[in-house]
C-alpha cells in the first residue's frame, strides 16, 4: 500500500495541512496556546471543523491532545536530525498506544481509499490527526514534515527544499539564531582558553 516516493511534491498536502495546523497550536513567539484547557480545545476543534457542537470538551480531553501533539513535534524533530534517540522513542511509543485509543479504519470507495475514525466527539477528532498523519506518510511525504530545531521555537514546517534539508522554519530567523549562540558559545569558550 506504500506509494511511489518519486510523487513527493514540494506543496503540502491537505492531510499535510492538518497535522501542521495541529502541531503548532503550542505558544510560539507570544502566541497564545490553543489547547489550554477544554473550553480553548473545544473552540479550536470547531474553529478547524474537527467536532461537532454539541460534543463535550474537557480539560483531560486537551491534556491528551497536548500530549499527542508533544508527540507528534518530537517525531517531526527527528525528521531534522535531532538526535534525542529516547524523547523519539517515547513518542513513537506514544503514537502507537494513541492509535489504539483513537482507532482508524478503511473507508473504501471506487476512487480510492482513506482512514477514517471509528469514533465521533473528541476521539474521533484526534483520530483525524492520526489519520492524516497516516495519509502523508502513505503518500511518501511524511520526511517532509518538520518541527524547527531552534529550542524555543519548534513550529511545524514542511520542507520545500529539493534535498528534503530544511531544518529550520525560517533560515533567516530561527537558522540565523541558531548559527549567532554556536557562534557566541564558540567564542565564549575561546576566550575561556
Same mark, same amino acid.
Given at each position: 500500500m506504500a506509494m511511489d516516493a518519486s510523487?513527493?511534491?514540494l506543496s503540502?498536502?491537505?492531510? &499535510?495541512? /492538518? /497535522?501542521?495546523?495541529? /502541531?503548532?497550536?503550542?505558544?510560539? !513567539?507570544?502566541s497564545r496556546e490553543e =489547547? =489550554? !484547557?477544554?473550553a480553548a480545545f473545544s473552540r479550536w476543534l470547531r474553529k478547524e471543523d474537527l467536532i461537532d457542537s454539541p460534543s463535550l470538551v474537557t480539560d483531560a480531553d486537551a491534556a491528551a491532545a497536548r500530549e499527542l501533539r !508533544? +508527540?507528534?513535534?518530537? /517525531? =517531526?524533530? &527527528?525528521?531534522t536530525?535531532?538526535?534525542d534517540e529516547a524523547g523519539r522513542a517515547g513518542a513513537e511509543e506514544y503514537l502507537r498506544r494513541s492509535a489504539e485509543l483513537y482507532p482508524l479504519a478503511p473507508v473504501i470507495t471506487a476512487s480510492? $481509499?482513506?482512514l477514517a475514525p471509528t469514533q465521533s466527539g473528541v476521539p474521533g477528532a484526534l483520530a483525524k490527526m492520526l489519520a492524516a498523519a497516516s495519509d502523508v506518510a502513505l503518500r511518501g511525504s511524511w520526511m517532509r514534515l518538520k518541527a524547527c530545531r531552534n529550542p524555543p521555537c519548534h513550529l511545524g514546517f514542511y520542507d520545500r527544499t529539493r534535498n528534503s534539508s530544511?531544518?529550520?522554519?525560517?533560515?533567516?530567523?530561527?537558522? +540565523?539564531? $541558531? &548559527?549567532?549562540?554556536t557562534y557566541?558559545?564558540?567564542?565564549?569558550?575561546e576566550e575561556g582558553r
Open positions: 510523487r513527493t511534491t503540502p498536502s491537505a492531510a &499535510a495541512e /492538518v /497535522v501542521l495546523t495541529f /502541531v503548532n497550536t503550542r505558544a510560539i !513567539d507570544g =489547547l =489550554l !484547557d477544554g !508533544d +508527540a507528534l513535534v518530537l /517525531v =517531526l524533530l &527527528a525528521h536530525g535531532e538526535q480510492g $481509499v482513506h530544511a531544518a529550520y522554519c525560517s533560515p533567516n530567523r530561527c537558522g +540565523a539564531q $541558531v &548559527a549567532m549562540r557566541r558559545s564558540r567564542k565564549a569558550k
